[in-house]
């Protein structure tokens, strides 16, 4: 089994910075790639960062500039660090791991944290 919990999230108001983090638990060998997904009330969940496990990043383009993802594979932790936060960052926002190879040799695919709200507002 893997685990992911999310931490970091609250209001701030525009302008201001927040850091998300997510930590993963389990029997966990190694993981893949990271990721940092957000889903505002009533739109589709998105892609916000990912980093694999060699440090290779992606951004969409609503937030190059202004949030930094980074990880410490030894913990087995991904961050956030979002700054210059905007209104309409305001969204849910969700840690994911695409591949954890446990230490039992099997593989876990596409797991999920239960998400922290994030709320950028005045």
């Known amino acids: 089994q893997v685990q992911l919990v999310e931490s970091g999230g609250g209001l701030v108001q525009p302008g201001g910075s927040l850091r998300l983090s997510c930590a993963a638990s389990?029997?966990?060998?190694?993981?893949?790639?990271m990721g940092w997904h957000r889903q505002a009330p009533g739109q589709q969940r998105e892609l916000v960062a990912s980093i694999s496990s060699g440090g290779s990043t992606t951004y969409a383009d609503s937030v190059k500039g202004r949030f930094t993802i980074s990880r410490d594979n030894v913990k087995n932790m991904v961050y956030l660090q979002m700054n210059s936060l905007k209104p309409e960052d305001t969204a849910v926002y969700y840690c994911?791991?695409?591949?954890?190879?446990?230490?039992?040799?099997?593989?876990?695919?596409?797991?999920w944290g239960q998400g922290t709200q994030v709320t950028v507002s005045s």
């Open positions: 389990g029997s966990i060998f190694s993981i893949n790639v």
């Open positions: 994911n791991a695409n591949r954890v190879v446990m230490r039992t040799g099997t593989d876990k695919f596409n797991s």
